[in-house]
């Protein structure tokens, strides 16, 4: 499978292999048509802020037109920070802040890395995750967490060091989805049950983001990320079906969505609360999962309003 390992996933492998989850990772979920490119980074090429990101600019001749941050030309990279405050994390940051996320949780110094030499590094503990009492792995996996303004979602999962480009190896990833997927990788047996828990975590983690580039990179993250960490615990299982993709998919394009976080819109939508009809939604939309066999959207903003 072409995602596996690759920092850079190739849109026209995604279309070739599994066809239509490209298709599904482009999705607006609110407005029912594509992503925005949400910046003018690619005017010369003739997308705009406003333009739906469509398939064809971005396949093909096009295949190498969004690439991760670190690809970018170092000039691109100053002026998407100055216009848009977009800084990317190193990862040794996210593992320390992600700990202190999960000794809230645990009521106890995290469980899942070790200090290893100077304090930007880290190895994985070696025993299997132990949970307080009163609590279980299932609660865990099943956690509702996000990342705010999420660029190429770092915080979600640490396929790569964002700063640098380098590739972490599954077992030594400290994102918030690699933490839920170890913790179901120590606590199933069967392939069938590990899918099943897998997409309970994913379903429990969001992100959203502004630019259309950085929300593309994010969900096609999310999705290698469980696909790698099948593999890594199962390395003999076969590939996945396509419905099971395209299932994913589906799940990554609801909780991944593009909004201007100020305002809970899509950019450059107007958030009058009056505008609620299909042709110009005021507010963004997400999936409530906590029916899974009849989730249903609810607005974002009202989630938030109830903190």
């Given amino acids: 499978m072409p995602l596996l390992g690759e920092v850079d996933i190739l849109e026209d492998d995604l279309v070739r292999v599994v066809p239509g989850v490209l298709d599904l990772l482009l999705k607006d979920r609110t407005t029912g048509r594509n992503i925005l490119w949400g910046t003018e980074d690619y005017a010369a090429l003739g997308h705009h802020a406003q333009d739906e990101i469509r398939l064809e600019a971005i396949t093909g001749a096009n295949g190498r037109v969004i690439r991760p941050r670190t690809a970018k030309a170092a000039h691109v990279q100053r002026r998407r920070s100055v216009e848009r405050a977009e800084v990317f994390t190193p990862a040794w940051v996210v593992n320390a802040q992600n700990d202190l996320i999960d000794a809230a949780w645990f009521g106890a110094p995290t469980p899942f890395v070790l200090p ?19 609590r279980t792995w299932r609660d865990y996996v099943r956690l509702p967490r996000l990342e705010i303004t999420c660029g190429e979602a770092p915080y979600l999962t640490t396929r790569y060091d964002a700063t640098t480009g380098l590739p ?14 170890r913790v179901v990788s120590e606590n199933t047996l069967r392939d069938k049950d590990w899918m099943r828990w897998a997409k309970h975590a994913l379903r429990a983690t969001y992100g959203y983001d502004w630019q259309g580039d950085n929300l593309l990179l994010a969900r096609e993250n999310l999705l290698a990320t469980l696909i790698e960490a099948r593999r890594e615990r199962f390395p003999k299982a076969a590939e996945l079906p396509q419905h099971d993709y395209r299932e994913l998919a589906d799940i990554i394009s609801w909780n991944l969505w ?10 450059g939508s107007d958030p009058n609360p009056d505008l609620l009809d299909n042709r110009e939604p005021a507010y963004c939309r997400i999936l409530d999962w906590s029916i899974p066999r009849r989730p249903k959207p609810v607005f974002v903003h009202t989630l938030f309003r109830k903190g």
């Fill in 116 to 134: 290893k030499g100077r304090h930007c590094d880290w190895e994985p503990t070696q025993r299997a995750i132990p949970f307080p009492e009163g």
């Fill in 168 to 181: 972490i190896p599954v077992p030594a990833r400290v994102g918030i989805l690699d933490r839920k997927l």
């Fill in 258 to 267: 593009q909004m201007d976080g100020l305002h809970f819109v899509p950019p």
